[in-house]
Every structure is written in structure tokens, then in C-alpha cells.
């Protein structure tokens, strides 16, 4: 849960370009192309992975939006499939007290060959780890750590 209203949370996804100063191994962020509301269409990252850096651009889909804000691979060097998507629920309880239920779903297919506990431990600690630093980025954006 994220004591933040869905527009927070919703603000802290598309803002792609931050992404390196709570996102650990990620390297950088840049926004490649926006639609007519300034929201990231398509981006590039480089991150640390594997033992090595590596790049990839991602494709966002707004269609839902703010309620899920969802993406997809277009390219990368490490990786032939990364598909996500945030989601967000309204169950605020009190007046004045936003709260947000955080969902985070990730699939990605390395173009390396790696045992199944190896990257099913992989994918467990990038998803734990992007909800607890995602509540806290949006918690402290809100003035709510």
C-alpha cells in the first residue's frame, strides 16, 4: 500500500528521466518520444545486469491510464522480452488519507541462457524491490514518508 492518492503513483511512472535516482543499477533514463500530454511514448535505459551493463528501449502504453501504466520491449542487447505494467487501486478508507493499492508485473527473457532458480530469484528481487522503492519515492514526492 502506498499512502498516496492514484495520480502520485501514476506521476512517479511516467516520470521516466528520474528513474536512475531511485531505481537501483539503473545507469540512466532518457525519454526518446512523448505523446501531446508529455508522457513517455518510448525510452532508453542502461542498467547493470549480469555483470554488465546493458541497454534497451521500452514502448509505454498510457491506454489505461492512470488506472495501469504498462510497457514493452523494442529492443535490447541482454534481453528479448521485458513486459510490465504497473497497477493502481483506489481503497482509500479515511477522508483526506489517499491510498493506493501498488501492483507491479514484469516478464523478461534474457537472450542468455540461465538456470530457472537463477532467474526466478532474479525476478523476485527486481519486483520486491521496485514496489518497496517505488512506495517510497512516491511517499516521499507526497510528504508522506
Request: hydrophobic letters at 40%; one cysteine or more.
Amino acid at each position: 500500500m502506498v499512502n498516496a492518492g492514484i495520480d502520485s503513483c501514476f506521476g512517479v511512472g511516467v516520470d521516466v528521466a528520474a528513474y536512475p535516482e531511485w531505481i537501483v543499477d539503473l545507469r540512466s533514463a532518457e525519454v526518446l518520444t512523448t505523446d501531446e500530454q508529455g508522457r513517455p511514448l518510448t525510452a532508453r535505459f542502461e542498467a547493470a545486469g549480469l555483470g554488465r551493463m546493458t541497454s534497451y528501449v521500452l514502448a509505454y502504453d498510457h491506454s489505461s491510464a492512470p488506472e495501469v501504466l504498462a510497457w514493452n520491449l523494442v529492443s535490447g542487447d541482454l534481453t528479448r522480452e521485458i513486459e510490465g505494467r504497473y497497477r493502481f487501486e483506489d481503497v482509500t478508507e479515511q477522508p483526506g488519507q489517499p491510498l493506493t493499492a501498488v501492483s507491479y508485473e514484469l516478464t523478461i527473457d534474457l537472450a542468455v541462457p540461465l538456470p530457472g532458480f537463477v532467474k526466478r530469484r532474479a525476478e523476485d528481487k527486481i519486483v520486491r524491490s521496485a514496489l518497496d522503492r517505488f512506495k517510497l519515492r512516491v511517499e516521499e514526492l507526497s510528504g508522506r514518508t
